[in-house]
């Protein structure tokens, strides 16, 4: 495939096939036999909730095909705040709107161009968004099982921070043991 690829916001009338990729993502994380995504989330609510917010990105290669996605949001993460870790880039301060990172979540690569680079394009892409924006770093977190996310963080470069433990918000998710990586841009 190449890294021929261009990486934009995605469109409304592009939640269905964004919510395709993030199925793929599933899939690949079943595979490691862990919870993580396994029980609706994220879904086409979460997907459309992000292109509202102008967060959800698309990589699309040169025949217009989405081939990749992630979430980039910016302000404030409360649960990377509540996490007492050692962030490389300090939580803000209570009462404060923003906050010196951007965070990455609810990423995935297209079945059919997975080995292909679409994430480790999206990643760097990201990381030149979160420059432009004045952003100190970008947060992350994954499964403790999630060895692929795992050894592709690394490889991006992210320092591996802590555990950390999510709240639950509903009951898609049951396993919530995440490791907390941090990247300064």
């Not at 190449?2 to 995605?10: I, K």
């Not at 999206?122 to 970008?138: K, L, N, P, Q």
């Not at 994954?142 to 992210?158: V, Y």
Request: with cysteine; proline share 5%; glycine share 10%.
């Amino acid at each position: 495939m190449g890294l021929d690829l261009q990486m934009r916001t995605a469109r409304a009338e592009e939640a269905a096939r964004v919510a395709e990729i993030l199925e793929d993502g599933k899939r690949t994380i079943a595979q490691f036999g862990i919870e993580q995504w396994q029980r609706g989330y994220p879904n086409i609510e979460s997907v459309r909730a992000d292109i509202a917010t102008g967060s959800c990105y698309v990589a699309e290669d040169p025949s217009g095909a989405l081939v990749g996605t992630l979430a980039l949001l910016g302000g404030i993460d409360p649960e990377y705040c509540r996490a007492q870790v050692p962030w490389l880039t300090p939580n803000p301060f209570e009462g404060e709107e923003d906050a010196p990172y951007l965070a990455i979540h609810r990423s995935a690569t297209a079945a059919e161009a997975l080995g292909g680079g679409v994430m480790g394009f999206m990643f760097d892409a990201a990381e030149a968004i979160a420059r432009e924006r004045g952003a100190r770093s970008i947060r992350i977190d994954t499964h403790p099982g999630n060895r692929a996310m795992r050894g592709f963080l690394a490889k991006q470069g992210f320092c591996e921070i802590a555990p950390i433990e999510l709240t639950q918000k509903d009951e898609s998710e049951t396993d919530l043991g995440r490791i907390a990586y941090e990247k300064l841009v």
